[in-house]
């Protein structure tokens, strides 16, 4: 079963109550038909790491017996519950893999190029090493021949000037709201509007509901955030707050892809267009692109 | 049992002694906080992560600790846990203790990494860049193995593969540094030797790598090993000892050879 399809179904059932454990976040993962099959040996050869680490964090040794009914063994089953773990497109780069910036690259998961709408297992960490190895030590060298003639930059210069007080207004921005939340709870809620608003099935609907509380946090975030500690020396809170902005910046920017494109495509499941079977329903007509959007200061323009 | 996974309502109250430090200059010193109704299903950083909440909502710095991934695979979380490196669970990281593996009423002292090549950034946060510079020393294989094919056209061992596989899952933590009584980073150095030793793409530069290795690591301040073992006892990946002895005889030989 493919696994967009198998996390869709487990979320659904959760979403609707019918998930297990304490927190009702949970489907089972029940191995007994295989372990009946080929012994524990075999299945613990393969999943014995899996297994401890599991034992270590629930506290249930998934390859114990926990029922025999009718001379069928029942083993205690695991409980599972989907999980992010890869970002679908990314940083815009021409074949070269060169940004918009000139001789700013970005490889690996956080660029858009080599996955189309959805990627294979084992792909994401191929990408990296693609791109790495196959790409970047072919391409990069046209971008440096021609600095070999450019002379060094000073920090004397004007636009250092001017970069350094962007990034001190920034932080004294930061430093000085001394509102009321930390950045994890501002960061959960994000995590949570785009769990279950822009998550594995989205709707007109959902997505426009995100894109409001989206712009709710955001405010939340610039007017109420609290950093304790100085500017001065380590400070986890001030480095987590930089990054849960670019978070927010990328939740909207993923919403507004979303809303925007009127079809179902490999990860991208938009309820009102599937096939009787569930299975996503692609608009080739319409929708035969890559979108690719442009910041503007927190409003994006969309260039196919 | 019954089928059920485990769902225990159960949660504790206890005392976390938890080290604070301001930086790697300063004098550090023991704080207390209670921690009450910690459900049991909790894992330790998320503990950290609830008292850090309510520092923050006091007004207080958050306690800096390193992590990242959870899930005992990148090595990032580094505290010392009731006199243990990733506390008292055998075989797994910090970030895969659990709170149930305390009890009510318990005091919980948390200590960062203690080791001279491992200086103190801030609080339990230690600066672990030494480890990098040992790998950075030799810690690859740096000429063309060839595509897939000639891969394939190498055979190796089962036996060998999964040997070159276990020590390959050393994380790079430090446990084995911060249980060590001379600060030794044996064990580490001997997994990152190891892994290459024993496959044959690692052959052609085991000699340079080892003694580069080496180097490197005396260079930077970390003890010698006197085979105590502590490392091995506390390694969250099972690190075994074995590898030590493989790194002595890969040195002698590649000193022989000089
Ligand atoms: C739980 C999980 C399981 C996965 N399983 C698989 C799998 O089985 N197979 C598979 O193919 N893929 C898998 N993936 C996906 C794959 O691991 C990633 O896509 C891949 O590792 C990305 O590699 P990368 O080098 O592009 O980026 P990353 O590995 O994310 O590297 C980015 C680096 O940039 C650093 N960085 C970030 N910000 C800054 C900054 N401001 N300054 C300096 N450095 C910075 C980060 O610290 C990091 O080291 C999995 C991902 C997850 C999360
Ligand atoms: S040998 Fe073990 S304890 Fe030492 S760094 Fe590797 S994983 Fe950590
Ligand atoms: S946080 Fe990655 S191993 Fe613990």
Same mark, same amino acid.
């Given at each position: ?174 430093? +000085? ?13 994000? +995590? ?113 | 049992?019954?089928?059920? $996974? ?9 005392? #976390? ?27 330790? #950083?998320?503990?950290? &992560?609830? @008292? ?42 910090? *970030? ?42 030799? $810690? ?35 446990? *084995? ?9 044996? @064990? ?9 030793? #024993? ?20 260079? @930077? ?36 050879? &000089?």
């Amino acid at each position: 079963m493919p696994r967009d399809v198998a996390s869709r179904a487990a979320k659904e059932r959760c979403d609707k109550g019918f998930g297990v454990n304490n927190t009702g976040k949970a489907v089972f993962l029940d191995f007994s038909e295989a372990i009946n099959r080929l012994g524990i040996d075999v299945i613990r050869q393969r999943y014995g790491n899996l297994f401890d680490m599991y034992e270590e964090i629930t506290d249930v040794n998934p390859g114990e017996l926990a029922n025999e009914i009718n001379g069928v063994k029942y083993y205690n089953p695991m409980m599972i519950y989907p999980a992010i773990h890869y970002t679908m497109g990314g940083i815009w780069v021409d074949y070269e893999l060169q940004t918009s910036i000139k001789g700013l690259f970005a490889i690996g998961e956080c660029n858009f190029s080599d996955h189309g709408a959805n990627r294979l297992g084992a792909s994401a960490l191929m990408q990296g090493l693609a791109d790495g190895y196959f790409v970047l030590p072919y391409t990069i060298q046209n971008y440096l021949s021609d600095q070999i003639s450019v002379p060094r930059f000073s920090t004397e210069s004007v636009e250092f000037d001017e970069a350094e007080k962007k990034v001190q207004a920034n932080l004294d921005h930061l430093m +000085g709201i001394q509102g009321k939340r930390s950045v994890d709870s501002i960061h959960k809620e994000l +995590g949570n509007v785009m769990w279950d608003y822009v998550g594995m099935a989205r709707t007109k609907e959902s997505l426009e509901t995100a894109l409001e509380k989206l712009k709710a946090l955001r405010k939340e975030f610039e007017t109420n955030l609290f950093i304790p500690g100085t500017q001065e020396g380590m400070n986890i809170e001030l480095d987590k707050a930089f990054r849960l902005r670019d978070f927010i910046t990328m939740g909207e920017l993923i919403a507004y892809d979303a809303l925007n494109r009127h079809e179902s495509c490999g990860g991208h499941f938009r309820e009102e267009h599937q096939t009787e079977e569930g299975e996503a329903k692609r608009d080739d007509e319409n929708f035969f692109y890559v979108a690719c959007w442009k910041y503007n200061g927190y409003k994006y323009k969309l260039q196919t | 049992m019954s089928l059920a $996974g485990s769902t225990t309502d159960t949660s504790i109250s206890f005392k #976390l002694k938890v080290w604070r430090q301001a930086n790697a200059h300063a004098e550090g010193r023991f704080e207390t906080y209670e921690m009450r109704d910690i459900p049991t299903d909790t894992s330790f #950083l998320e503990m950290m &992560d609830i @008292l850090n909440e309510q520092l923050i909502e006091q007004g207080q710095e958050p306690v800096t600790f390193d992590h990242d991934c959870r899930e005992g695979i990148c090595g990032m979380c580094s505290l010392y846990v009731n006199g243990h490196p990733h506390g008292p669970a055998t075989g797994a990281t910090t *970030c895969q203790l659990y709170m149930r593996r305390f009890k009510d009423g318990d005091t919980i002292t948390v200590e960062p990494w203690r080791s001279a090549a491992f200086p103190v950034i801030k609080d339990l946060m230690v600066n672990r860049n030494a480890f990098d510079q040992i790998q950075q020393a030799g $810690g690859y294989v740096s000429f063309q193995t060839g595509g897939a094919q000639d891969a394939n056209a190498i055979p190796i061992s089962k036996e060998a593969a999964d040997e070159a596989m276990d020590s390959a899952t050393c994380i790079g933590c430090g446990a *084995c540094v911060a249980a060590c009584k001379n600060g030794s980073a044996m @064990l580490f150095l001997s997994a990152k030797v190891s892994q290459f030793a #024993l496959l044959p793409q690692g052959r052609a530069e085991a000699k340079r790598r080892v003694k580069a290795m080496l180097a490197k690591m005396d260079e @930077l301040g970390f003890g010698n090993c006197t085979n105590t073992g502590a490392c091995a006892a506390e390694c969250p990946k099972n690190i075994k000892l074995s590898n030590i002895a493989r790194l002595n005889r890969e040195f002698i030989c590649a000193k022989c050879a &000089d």
